[in-house]
Antibody, heavy 125, light 108 residues
Framework: QLHLQESGPGLVKPSETLSLTCTVSGGSIINITNFWAWVRQPPGEGLEWIGS???????YYSSSLKSRVTISVDMSKNQFSLNLRSVTAADTALYYCAVYCSAGDCNPPNVFDTWGQGTMVTVSS | EVVMTQSPATLSLSPGERATLSCRAS???????LSWYQQRPGQAPRLLIYGAFSRATGIPVRFSGSASGTDFTLSISSLQPEDSAVYYC?????????FGQGTKVEIK
């Protein structure tokens, strides 16, 4: 059973870089069926997919955030990370890491089946 | 990027009533990659339905999913107080994941 845990600063200044890490336990991040994702939720609003990374390092980003986002994977630490540059107050949100299992032998397939508890990040001076 | 549009924004119903939540995709979506999630206040999203039709493990039978073209529906046959939550549809199309904006279900 996978367990995901987000970590990072809860307060970031405007124009700076938001950096979060997701630590994966209960299984290896080196898994050919999994995409490791970041999803955020501004206060009182809905879910927004930020981007996903495959264990090989291949990344996929939301078109609206692509210019400011970098997601990377550290196989040695069983972690993946999010960097969001040039933040503003609009980036204030609860940030979740999640795993998307995308293969026919996943049970169930093509779903975000494990989520972290989320970490709140506030952008403010 | 596929846009998922959910309606209504809020649904207010009494216990025992049937809830029908809609989700429309801006273009064709692979049915096997359409899911529904429930999010209760203060909790992470929970998988309800995958592949548009299949209930996830432990999900009560009162939850069901259907599809017609680019229109997807989540139905709750007989609302219970614990079904008060926000419900999201989600799809994956060519390695681009998107969520609908959510439908809030309130129990009167």
């Amino acid at each position: 059973q996978l367990h995901l845990q987000e970590s990072g600063p809860g307060l970031v200044k405007p124009s700076e870089t938001l950096s979060l890490t997701c630590t994966v336990s209960g299984g290896s991040i080196i898994n050919i069926t999994n995409f490791w994702a970041w999803v955020r939720q501004p206060p009182g609003e809905g879910l927004e997919w930020i981007g996903s990374v495959y264990y090989s390092g291949t990344t996929y980003y939301s078109s609206s955030l692509k210019s400011r986002v970098t997601i990377s994977v550290d196989m040695s630490k069983n972690q993946f990370s999010l960097n969001l540059r040039s933040v503003t107050a609009a980036d204030t949100a609860l940030y979740y890491c999640a795993v998307y299992c995308s293969a026919g032998d996943c049970n169930p397939p093509n779903v975000f089946d494990t989520w972290g508890q989320g970490t709140m990040v506030t952008v403010s001076s | 990027e596929v846009v998922m549009t959910q309606s209504p924004a809020t649904l207010s119903l009494s216990p025992g009533e049937r809830a029908t939540l809609s989700c429309r995709a801006s273009e064709s979506v692979t049915i096997s990659q359409l899911s529904w999630y429930q999010q209760r206040p203060g909790q992470a999203p929970r998988l309800l339905i995958y592949g548009a039709f299949s209930r996830a493990t432990g999900i009560p039978v009162r939850f069901s999913g259907s599809a017609s073209g680019t229109d997807f529906t989540l139905s709750i046959s007989s609302l219970q107080p614990e079904d008060s939550a926000v419900y999201y549809c989600q799809q994956d199309h060519r390695y681009s994941w998107t969520f609908g904006q959510g439908t809030k279900v309130e129990i009167k």
